[in-house]
């Protein structure tokens, strides 16, 4: 394998975004558009791409925001024959050195609290915490996100911080003190298909714990793998 990072070019390398996604998220979620990514790539967002012998298995996609310090990532994809290699934390580490070299200190983005395996990258590989709760943020949804309320937590990573330059290992969890743990289900694509409705309980519950804690000052500053749980500690 021949692994090769760097920011997409030409409309096909686009359209194998595009097609991407689709593998990724499953054919009936809405796929944003190639010419799309194109533009804003043009007009200072990034799209790159990690090509394997030519072909493009894993991509990166990300616009500027209202204040020229913050970039919002919209989405991160790996071909399903990759997963497991580090390829995220590969890409997360182009974005984050393409964003410093243009001054961007921060970069935000939203992510399912339900699902372990990016809550374990946001928050421990990447070292990103989390302030705020949307409940239901997308409305309906389809493809893998289908079934459930698209409640997300939006992810703060401070690219010039400690945290965030300790890419290669798990951030250290939290000591032990004055923090307070949400448990989540291990697997809720799988609870999700046994019993929707202890699915949908899941969510609400989870909601209503982190909820309260993010509205009492509490900060997402670590996740523990094995329970699986988020820490939460005071800011």
């Not at 998220?25 to 200072?44: C, R």
């Not at 990016?118 to 389809?142: E, K, Q, T």
Request: charged residues 20%.
């Amino acid at each position: 394998m021949s692994l090769v990072l760097r920011d997409l070019s030409g409309m096909p390398e686009f359209l194998a975004a595009e097609e991407l996604q689709r593998q990724v998220w499953g054919a009936d979620d809405t796929a944003d558009p190639a010419d799309l990514m194109m533009v804003i790539q043009h007009e200072g967002g990034l799209v790159a791409g990690a090509f394997d012998t030519g072909n493009l298995v894993g991509y990166v996609f990300a616009f500027p925001t209202r204040e020229p310090h913050v970039q919002h990532s919209h989405r991160l994809a790996v071909h399903p024959s990759m997963r497991g290699g580090g390829l995220s934390i590969q890409l997360k580490r182009y974005q984050r050195t393409w964003c410093l070299e243009r001054g961007i200190r921060e970069v935000r983005w939203t992510f399912d609290p339900l699902r372990v395996t990016n809550a374990h990258l946001n928050i421990a590989r990447l070292g990103a915490i989390v302030r705020s709760y949307h409940s239901d943020y997308y409305g309906v949804m389809a493809g893998i996100n289908a079934g459930l309320p698209s409640d997300r937590l939006l992810a703060e990573w401070l690219l010039d911080t400690p945290r965030a330059a300790g890419l290669a290992q798990d951030q250290r969890l939290p000591a032990a003190g004055d923090v307070e743990r949400v448990v989540i289900p291990a697997d809720i694509d799988r609870l999700l298909a046994q019993s929707p409705a202890e699915a949908l309980s899941e969510r609400l519950r989870v909601r209503a714990e982190l909820s309260a804690c993010l509205q009492d000052g509490y900060v997402v500053t670590g996740f523990d793998r094995a329970a699986p749980a988020y820490l939460l500690t005071r800011a």
